[in-house]
Nanobody, 125 residues
Framework: VQLQASGGGLVQAGDSLRLSCVIS????????VGWFRQDSGKEREFVAA????????TYASSVKGRFTISRDVAKDTVYLQMNSLKLEDTAIYYC???????????????????WGQGTQVTVSS
């Protein structure tokens, strides 16, 4: 199973972007997916996560109300819609799978055992 993130780019503050995370391979019953981000010199931080079937979501306080995570189970794709982007949202964004969990979704990066390669989001003033 692999995760492939895409959709990053260079935008201005206040703009929007939508990131995609395509899950490929034999996914079985599926698993929760989270988005994390890491800027140079900083620790990786949680952004948002969605449960296995998409019924539940959780967000970091810094993005709540601006970002929306969703998933299309049929397409094995998870999205992160990012609105009202701020300079501090600049980072490499990673999607990750928590393949050992059936219910809920964690905000804790070490719980995620499957990681995509990341996509760069740069917000300029």
């Amino acid at each position: 199973v692999q995760l492939q993130a895409s959709g990053g780019g260079l935008v201005q503050a206040g703009d929007s972007l939508r990131l995609s995370c395509v899950i490929s391979g034999r996914t079985g019953r599926g698993f929760p997916v989270g988005w994390f981000r890491q800027d140079s010199g900083k620790e990786r931080e949680f952004v948002a996560a969605i449960t296995r079937m998409g019924a539940g979501t959780t967000y970091a306080s810094s993005v709540k109300g601006r970002f929306t995570i969703s998933r299309d189970v049929a397409k094995d794709t998870v999205y992160l819609q990012m609105n009202s982007l701020k300079l501090e949202d600049t980072a490499i964004y990673y999607c990750a799978g928590e393949t050992t969990r059936m219910y809920g979704a964690s905000e804790y990066a070490p719980n995620y055992d499957l990681w995509g390669q990341g996509t760069q989001v740069t917000v300029s003033s």
